[in-house]
């Protein structure tokens, strides 16, 4: 048996199961809830070889490989080891070191614009079914919107233009933003297009799928939790495939 797929098995056997919710008593009342209660879309495989770029304190890598029996995860951010230690203490360490237990790679200073060019990525070798930027962000603050729209639309394109080469003939990109202004004025779609790429779907993105998942800052944590916390803002997620490919997401 090949290693990589011995490692899928034996890291399948102790996948930790999401929380499980407290029963309803009433059965009718379980049946109604159930129904109207949407259903979370995953936009991967446990099986998929996935590259995630621009994490934060690395909760969301953590609960794929923890949660949803991801094994061949590529986690990645743009932060220096010491400097994502001091921005999210404790949980940045504490996140790094179960994916370092498990096998994961974890890379740090890795520009989603430069992937390409990446030679820890290089060093990888082959191509990945599933690349994912959850909240792509320049970080600063401003209160000149259009130069925001304009620097996150640089970030974007670039990222897409620094992708296409690292997916597998069937791979995709998944992109998640926060939905409304200004986010939507980044015309995420048009950007896509323009970098040769093309729209599969698109979908809400919920955070509570992902259990242990917290949206990080660019910034770093809030000062004694206090602040708005992202996971509980309205997401999308986009699909996006290089155009003339074919094959399922």
Same mark, same amino acid.
């Given at each position: 048996m090949a290693k990589s797929k011995k490692?899928?098995?034996?890291?399948?056997?102790?996948?930790?199961?999401?929380?499980q919710q407290p029963p309803l008593k009433a059965a009718r009342r379980s049946k109604q809830t159930s129904?109207?209660?949407?259903?979370?879309?995953?936009?991967?495989?446990?099986?998929?070889?996935?590259?995630?770029?621009?994490e934060g304190d690395f909760s969301f890598a953590r609960s794929i490989v923890e949660y949803h029996g991801c094994c061949d995860v590529t986690a990645t951010c743009l932060d220096s080891k010491e400097e994502l230690f001091r921005k999210y203490c404790p949980q940045g360490e504490e996140n790094v070191r179960y994916l370092e237990e498990e096998s994961q790679m974890v890379l740090y200073g890795v520009d989603a614009t430069m992937l390409d060019h990446n030679k820890?990525?290089?060093?990888?070798? &082959?191509k990945w079914e599933v690349i994912v930027f959850n909240f792509p962000h320049v970080g600063g603050k401003t209160k000149d919107v259009n130069r925001q729209v304009r620097f996150n639309q640089e970030l974007l394109v670039n990222f897409f233009k620094a992708s296409v080469p690292l997916l597998s003939e069937s791979g995709t990109i998944v992109v998640t933003l926060f939905e409304g202004e200004p986010y939507t004025l980044w015309n995420i779609r048009d950007l896509?297009?323009?970098?040769?790429?093309?729209?599969?779907r698109s979908f809400k993105f919920m955070a509570?799928?992902?259990a242990g998942y917290s949206h990080?800052?660019?910034l770093g944590n809030?000062?004694? &939790?206090r602040g708005w916390k992202g996971e509980d803002r309205d997401s999308r997620s986009y699909i996006f495939r290089p155009k003339g490919r074919s094959g399922d997401a």
């Open positions: 490692r899928k098995l034996e890291h399948a056997s102790h996948v930790k199961q999401h929380p129904s109207k209660l949407p259903q979370p879309t995953i936009p991967f495989s446990p099986e998929d070889r996935i590259l995630l770029i621009g820890h990525l290089k060093k990888a070798g &082959g896509a297009r323009h970098s040769g790429l093309e729209v599969q509570n799928a992902y990080a800052r660019t809030i000062e004694n &939790g």
